[in-house]
């Protein structure tokens, strides 16, 4: 497996995601996810599956096999999210968990991947009778895996009797900027609202060279975040249109095509005249079954006999993904960006020129990547930066 070539994949599945997202689940309010924990949480299952039920993960997820999308999985965990804090960089930190009934007996090659590969413990419960406190111990596990920022990614009522595994993705990012916001400097201006009208906000400003560069009908803004020992660069780039009500045809432009990213990442400092960005902090949820099957992934949901490599059983033949639960949470201020995501896959049985400004006052797009790479660990538009 070539990691380049899996990372330019994993990026054109979440543009692609990103896409149908703000389309069917964010045209009207603030949106930020993790593509990465969804891409951890569909690997997990397919390496649980075979038949169609595989065969649309893969090509969803743009892979050759499920021992590749391990191989990409192991080394996201092992080196590129790997937590810098003990070395002057961002604080990262990734887990994974598995839930299985103890009716039920994990095939030795799944809880092999499970364990080895996916470095998650299988734990035996009982979702027959005690589902209800199965619950509220795997949305313990998120609130502790992700700083207390994601509380419940089981909403009340979506696992019963009928569940047979879960499936968890949680991982946590704190980045310092390499150059710091003056508290002191930040000031309330108007945001421009996509309906026209306005919301006065306190935006950060800096008289400090910035990356950014221009393009047609668009500028972008890269922040980079305090770089550890190592060598992984990552920041956070927001994609401003010029227009104020220009988001939606720049979403377009994202999910355009392959690429698009690389190609459109500010690689100099400019002087800047007017700057300003907004701080803000937002929480989004969805329940990821029904754009996933809008993307042509079905089979997970549907198909029968998808899911039989997970379980030593005959019931295995009747195993089905009924939900796939997504929270994230951002928070953007003048030290630097604090960010987490949970996700979860519940498995039931079937029954610029010289000098330029930027003032991000209306709709924008915002990335944070890890620059040696391209991983893109959140991605999410602001929409409002006074609504959480």
Not at 93 to 103: E, I, L, R, T
Not at 168 to 176: P, V
Request: glycine content about 8%.
């Amino acid at each position: 497996m070539d990691l380049r070539e899996a990372i330019a994949s994993q990026t054109d599945v979440a543009l692609t995601l990103t896409s149908r997202l703000i389309a069917t689940e964010a045209t009207n309010k603030n949106l930020v996810y993790s593509p990465v924990s969804i891409h951890v949480v569909l690997s997990l299952i397919a390496a649980g599956s075979k038949g169609r039920t595989l065969d649309e993960l893969l090509s969803f997820l743009k892979s050759k096999s499920p021992d590749d999308l391990g191989t990409f999985v192991s080394q996201l965990v092992d080196v590129l999210l790997a937590d810098g804090a003990g070395s002057g960089g961002p604080k990262l930190a990734v887990a994974n968990g598995v839930w299985v009934d103890g009716s039920l007996k994990l095939k030795a090659r799944f809880e092999q991947v499970v364990s080895g590969v996916y470095k998650a413990a299988p734990k035996q419960v009982d979702f027959q009778t005690k589902h209800v406190e199965v619950t509220s111990e795997v949305n313990s596990w998120a609130d502790e895996k992700t700083g207390g920022l994601i509380k419940e990614i089981l909403p009340s009522g979506s696992v019963d009797h009928t569940t047979r595994l879960i499936l968890t993705n949680a991982i946590y990012f704190k980045g310092s900027w390499t150059e710091k916001f003056d508290a002191s400097a930040t000031k309330d201006h108007d945001f421009h609202l996509l309906a026209g009208s306005s919301v006065r906000a306190p935006f950060m400003t800096s008289k400090k060279k910035q990356l950014v560069a221009e393009f047609e009908g668009f500028k972008v803004l890269g922040l980079p975040y305090k770089q550890g020992e190592d060598k992984r660069q990552f920041s956070m780039y927001i994609f401003l249109p010029d227009a104020k009500d220009g988001l939606p045809a720049l979403t377009e432009k994202l999910g355009s095509g392959s690429g698009f990213l690389d190609e459109h990442i500010p690689r100099s400092k400019v002087a800047v005249g007017q700057f300003l960005i907004p701080k803000f902090k937002i929480s989004f949820g969805f329940e990821a079954s029904k754009v996933l099957e809008g993307l042509g992934l079905v089979s997970p949901f549907t198909g029968p006999e998808g899911l039989t490599e997970m379980v030593e059983s005959p019931s295995g033949q009747d195993l089905y993904v009924s939900s796939i639960f997504h929270k994230s949470f951002i928070e953007v201020n003048e030290e630097g960006t604090e960010a987490a995501a949970a996700t979860a896959g519940v498995i039931n049985l079937r029954s610029l020129p010289i000098t330029t400004d930027f003032v991000a006052d209306h709709p924008f797009l915002f990335v944070i990547r890890e620059n040696m790479t391209g991983v893109v660990l959140f991605i999410g538009h602001i929409l409002n930066p006074l609504e959480n």
